[in-house]
């Protein structure tokens, strides 16, 4: 109760600021299994095809669970292994923080 209380609180709060986000998410990443730098790389260059500013969803964990499709651990290696900023860069792709947009 008090985290949907509090939600409702942040959420009254923004009601005369403007709401900005990014003109897209991309949500998908456990299709990839074990092409996560392929998917990653075609995911944001599809995505910038077609808008300016992506955010994209991961959700990496050092353990994969039990009964879930997902595969957090190969993930989590990816985004600890750092080729997705050499990828980003080529793309000529800045990160950028919500603050920014």
Not at 12 to 21: E, F, P, R, V
Request: hydrophobic residues 40%; glycine residues 6%.
């Amino acid at each position: 109760r008090t985290g949907l209380y509090r939600s409702v609180w942040e959420l009254a709060k923004l009601k005369n600021k403007k709401l900005i986000s990014p003109d897209t998410l991309i949500s998908s990443f456990w299709p990839a299994r074990d092409n996560y730098q392929g998917v990653f790389a075609n995911s944001i260059k599809n995505a910038f095809q077609h808008y300016d500013t992506v955010e994209f969803m991961t959700h990496p964990a050092t353990v994969n669970e039990v009964n879930s499709k997902l595969d957090r651990k190969a993930e989590y290696l990816f985004w600890k292994g750092g080729k997705w900023k050499g990828l980003l860069e080529k793309m000529g792709v800045t990160l950028i923080s919500f603050d920014e947009l």
